[in-house]
């Protein structure tokens, strides 16, 4: 699980050297310590504090959902289609022809089911 991430505390504060200026009302803080920088926002300014706590929160909230689940795509390409996607891929878009043997590239062909 680990140490919460707090660096949205540095959000708030201007960190330059050993010292950290808080935006809001210019106090400079001596070391740029995340524990410091926290306290002074929760004391001095708690209203701030709150608000980006709750939106680092519902970020976190967010990026912990679990996947979605797989759903089928059905995609209707000819053979000449694909093959005219990789030649631009290669010429017009200035990819080495190497792409085309990469396991993404691979990854996405094998799904379309096409063999080139």
């Known amino acids: 699980m680990g140490r919460p991430n707090n660096l949205w505390i540095r959000e708030a504060f201007e960190c330059t050297g050993n010292e950290a200026k808080c935006i809001n009302c210019g106090k400079v803080l001596i070391g740029v310590y995340v524990g410091n920088m926290k306290r002074h926002l929760s004391v ?16 976190e909230a967010a990026n912990d959902r679990s996947p979605s689940k797989k759903r089928k795509i059905t995609v209707e390409m000819s053979v000449d289609d694909v093959k005219d996607a990789c030649l631009d891929i ?26 080139i």
């Open 44 to 59: 001095e300014h708690q209203h701030l504090f709150n608000q980006m706590k709750m939106s680092f929160e519902g970020n």
């Open 90 to 115: 290669v010429t017009t878009e200035g990819k080495p022809l190497l792409i085309l043997d990469s396991i993404p590239f691979k990854t996405s062909i094998r799904f379309l089911k096409l063999l």
